[in-house]
């Protein structure tokens, strides 16, 4: 695909088509990484390893304080 820059106030932008967002499962809200290798842009999404800790935080701290009262309740 071929794709031409667009002008977007005193910057450049590149349009991305909704098929391929779609496939990288990219939206608006989607935080990007534009990085180089001298010869190529490259887009990737950012992987939020920050909120995944946050979230094994949480079960473990949950874990500790109502562990118990959590099995007794399943079963």
């Given at each position: 695909?071929?794709?031409?820059?667009?002008?977007?106030?005193?910057?450049?932008?590149?349009?991305?088509?909704?098929?391929?967002?779609?496939?990288?499962?990219?939206?608006?809200?989607?935080?990007?990484?534009?990085?180089?290798?001298?010869?190529?842009?490259?887009?990737?999404?950012?992987?939020?390893t920050n909120r995944e800790q946050a979230v094994q935080k949480?079960?473990?701290?949950?874990?500790?304080?109502?562990?118990?009262?959590?099995?007794?309740?399943?079963?």
């Amino acid at each position: 695909m071929v794709k031409k820059l667009t002008s977007h106030g005193n910057s450049a932008a590149l349009i991305i088509d909704k098929p391929i967002l779609e496939l990288l499962k990219i939206n608006l809200d989607t935080l990007l990484e534009i990085a180089t290798d001298g010869k190529s842009l490259i887009v990737s999404p950012v992987s939020d390893t920050n909120r995944e800790q946050a979230v094994q935080k949480a079960l473990s701290k949950m874990n500790a304080r109502h562990g118990n009262t959590l099995k007794k309740l399943a079963g």
